[in-house]
């Protein structure tokens, strides 16, 4: 919308922190634990559709205690990045797949959904707003979290009618430390993140919070993620806590679960599969059993094994565990598929490298 009177005006008079408190927390800035000066907020009634859109000081939010989004969940996000440049500018990384995928989570939830141009303003605009909270060092990157829910209260099991669009960010190193460590991954077999015909495929709240006990019970068992296998036949691999999965073999060819409404349709997963096939890989978007991959990392047939999201990019599997299953990939090490593969997209994603499929949304 360049060139247009932009619909998220900006408060001057929003309070900035201090530089040299915002230098301390860029140093280290772990995860989700240091917050930017501002957020977008952007309101939504049948009678005025979508209005009164802001850039104002990040602040906690008042919501009637009836409010959907508490009542019955009617949340849904996004998670995505802005990167800082080697001119010292700053991009986003096909913020339009974001946009669109919230479209589709809202469509599941009954919530009215953000227009794509809207949704790219404000976080343009917020993102534009605390440019200075944008990490420099490598590894780091501002990450993003545009929300949307229902806010009418109502006790009514029925879709919301007034929603709000947010977005906040936070300054972010690698969620894993280093990001060459191999994960050990606990599997869980009693447990389902998603079943056909239900939210699986909709980031939303819900998805999320029914995972959090499962990561849990890894966590307990001495493992960084759980890695959730489908509903019906507790048998073929879907996804981890908030990652896709994929899997390399020794022939040269690439394997990860097919989307079919269970698995969260990645922008990282999709990305990566464009990627591979550009270097050559075979790419099959296939099920995949959890005894046949105990059977091939075994025989050698498997030798890597990585998830890969916005928060992770890409996270190499070194050890794999469960109450019928242990085994290692690869020796326990990262594998050179899984680092070529890392390493080509984070040096397009912080323009180090040419970008031929136009992926990168430069902000300044």
């Known amino acids: 919308m360049d060139g247009e009177a932009s619909v998220f005006v900006q408060d001057a008079a ?12 860029l140093r280290d800035p772990g995860f989700g634990r240091v917050f930017t000066d501002h957020m977008a907020t952007l309101r939504y009634t049948p009678d005025r559709g979508w209005h009164d859109g802001r850039i104002e000081a990040a602040a906690p939010l008042s919501l009637h205690p009836a409010a959907m989004a508490l009542q019955y969940a009617q949340l849904v996000f996004e998670g995505m990045k802005a990167y800082g440049l080697p001119d010292g500018g700053a991009a986003l990384f096909r913020p339009a797949e974001n946009a669109r995928r919230m479209q589709r989570s809202a469509a599941r939830m009954g919530i009215e959904p953000v227009p794509e141009a809207l949704f790219l303003e404000g976080v343009r605009s917020l993102v534009r707003a605390d440019r200075d909270w944008i990490p420099r060092q490598e590894g780091a990157s501002l990450y993003l979290r545009p929300f949307l829910m229902g806010t009418d209260p109502s006790f009514a099991v029925r879709p ?93 060819s690439l394997r990860t679960p097919p989307l079919g409404g269970t698995i969260l349709p990645g922008v990282t997963r999709d990305s990566l599969l464009i990627l591979a096939r550009d270097m050559g890989l075979t790419v099959r978007e296939e099920p995949y059993a959890i005894d046949q991959w105990q059977e091939d990392a075994r025989s050698g047939r498997l030798t890597e094994a990585f998830a890969c999201g916005t928060a992770a990019v890409v996270a190499p599997v070194g050890q794999v565990r469960g109450r019928r299953h242990e085994f290692a990939i690869g020796g326990g090490q990262a594998g050179q598929v899984t680092e070529r593969l890392r390493t080509a997209l984070i040096e397009i994603q912080r323009g180090r490298a040419p970008d031929p499929h136009g992926w990168v949304d430069r902000l300044f």
């Open 14 to 25: 929003a309070p900035r922190r201090p530089e040299a408190e915002r230098q301390a927390a």
């Open 160 to 252: 919301g009618r007034d929603y709000m669009f947010c977005v906040i960010a936070s300054p972010a190193a690698p969620i894993f430390g280093s990001t060459t460590k191999p994960l050990t991954l606990w599997i869980s077999d009693t447990l389902t993140r998603a079943a056909p015909g239900g939210t699986g495929a909709a980031k939303c709240a819900g998805s999320y919070g029914a995972s959090l006990q499962a990561v849990a019970e890894a966590g307990r068992e001495g493992c960084d993620q759980a890695i959730f296998l489908d509903a019906v036949e507790r048998r073929w691999i879907e996804e981890l806590g908030g990652m896709n999965i994929m899997f390399v073999f020794a022939d040269g």
